[in-house]
């Protein structure tokens, strides 16, 4: 049982992994252009964890909590050395659930070998089919290659899912043609609404196409039911007539704050309670049990109560 839980009845499961603070595309609602990019590339706030490191914090936060999930994020975490030694530690802690997300640009070589470490399950974040919306979302070349990624991540057997961000605009034309993907492949497609997130945390209400203006638009070509939401989870989806699978992270328009169930862990070692936070707390393998505990009740003091508000913090920091 886990140790600690607020006064809304949350604690945490679920451990979001950011395994690095680099990444080999450039999406817009991540960072603001090229040369913010290269920046954030080239000058990291400090040396990523290695495996043995971050396998030792991971083993602790564990002991606490009894996670019931880790999930292996970025930055890019496909350009992580040693990722499948990290998943296989990771299962070797007793923790089964491992899952990662990733833009899929590496994922054609690397399915099958992180299958057989022990990984689970993989989300695979493409924002168009379209290539030349492709390059206008990520600032790079092509979504042809994200796609092989996702096809040789169902032959190697893993549970995939595909993520789109939709940016008023930017790639709203892309809804059906990915919907149209994603029911081809047999795999769940899930919209976000953009992320008051980074150097867009005060501006993303003008890219912010709306949940219902998703399902208004996917109304035009398809009839479908809600499906009841399952705790701590971050989307709602819906079935198609057809028994084809949605859904949409309303991050503005739906909240899930109020049983949220996860804590992230950065590349430094240390957590956060909530992607609205930029409050970092230091984890220190020195300190015993007593000050960890506090720690953790100061990440989960973090969560919001009612709604995701957002931070100046980089997606490329902290992952998605």
């Given at each position: 049982m886990a140790l600690i839980n607020d006064k809304y009845g949350r604690t945490f499961r679920t451990l979001r992994v950011s395994l690095l603070q680099h990444c080999n595309l450039g999406c817009v609602y991540c960072v603001?252009?090229?040369e913010a990019l290269k920046a954030a590339n080239s000058s990291h706030e400090g040396k990523a964890l290695t495996v043995e490191e971050l396998l030792a914090v991971i083993r602790r936060l564990h002991g606490q909590l009894q996670f019931t999930r880790v999930r292996l994020t970025g930055g890019e975490p496909l350009l992580y050395s040693g990722l499948p030694a990290l998943i296989k530690g990771i299962r070797d802690a007793g923790i089964p659930?491992?899952?990662l997300t990733t833009n899929g640009f590496l994922l054609e070589r690397q399915a099958a070998p992180l299958k057989a470490a022990g990984l689970e399950a993989v989300n695979v974040s493409i924002d168009a089919i379209d290539e030349a919306v492709f390059f206008a979302m990520s600032r790079r070349h092509s979504a042809e290659r994200v796609i092989r990624g996702i096809d040789a991540a169902i032959q190697a057997g893993l549970d995939v899912k595909v993520n789109a961000v939709i940016m008023k605009g930017l790639n709203d034309s892309q809804i059906l043609p990915l919907l149209?993907?994603?029911f081809s492949r047999g795999v769940k497609l899930r919209f976000l609404e953009v992320m008051a997130m980074g150097h867009l945390h005060q501006d993303a209400g003008r890219f912010l196409v709306t949940q219902d203006e998703m399902l208004r638009i996917i109304?035009?070509?398809?009839?479908?039911e809600p499906l009841t939401r399952v705790a701590a989870a971050t989307a709602r989806y819906w079935r198609t007539d057809e028994g084809q699978v949605f859904g949409i992270i309303a991050n503005e328009s739906e909240p899930f704050c109020q049983d949220c169930d996860r804590l992230r862990l950065d590349s430094q070692g240390r957590i956060y309670g909530c992607l609205s936070s930029n409050h970092p707390i230091a984890?220190?393998?020195e300190e015993g049990e007593e000050a960890w505990?506090?720690?953790?009740a100061a990440a989960l003091e973090q969560k919001q109560p009612l709604r995701f508000t957002g931070s100046d913090l980089s997606m490329l920091s902290i992952g998605g």
């Open positions: 603001a252009g090229d659930d491992i899952r149209e993907f994603a109304g035009e070509r398809y009839r479908f984890l220190e393998l505990a506090g720690k953790l």
